[in-house]
């Protein structure tokens, strides 16, 4: 009985100790460096991604490109109830980017569509808060899909 355990619990330790997953570091996975971003559109959005992506950009990277940002935020209404009072709205950023390589004069064109939607809340200042919460998962959604469209397209 106690070599059954015993046999069990090393069983059980050697499945879980070597899986093999090794946790990636975003740092080594942007091989680029941003020369320019040229935007166009809704100021405060691209304000918010332009800043994400000179953040996660290296700066000592042999690879530069540029990057023209389009982006346009849409604001509708998704639910209203019974007494016809608006409970939901639904937002959309919708982004076109177009990524130039300066060295190899590569062209990458590609749109990137993100919707959310948020409700009404009893006050006005907490619907404000909803909303640019979640304006700020939406950027922060668009900037990673710019990221690895990038990444994607330049190696």
């Known amino acids: 009985m106690k070599t059954k355990s015993l046999f069990l619990t090393l069983i059980i330790f050697f499945l879980t100790n070597n899986c093999g997953f090794k946790i990636v570091n975003k740092g080594e996975i942007y091989n680029f460096d941003i020369n320019e971003i040229i935007t166009s ?8 991604i332009k800043n994400n992506l000179i953040f ?6 042999k690879k530069l490109v540029d990057i023209y940002l389009d982006t346009k935020k849409s604001k509708e209404v998704k639910e209203k109830n019974i007494n016809n009072e608006i409970t939901k709205y639904q937002i959309t ?6 990524v130039k390589e300066l060295i190899d004069e590569n062209i990458i064109s590609f749109k990137i569509v993100k919707t959310g939607d948020y409700t009404v809340a009893s006050q006005y200042s907490q619907t404000l808060s909803n909303e640019k919460k979640l304006i700020d998962v939406l950027i922060d959604d668009v900037t990673e899909d710019i990221l690895s469209e990038i990444i994607l397209n330049i190696k």
């Open 93 to 98: 950023i919708t982004s076109a980017i177009r």
């Open 56 to 61: 996660n950009s290296k700066k000592s990277e």
């Open 41 to 48: 559109g809704d100021n405060r959005i691209n304000f918010k």
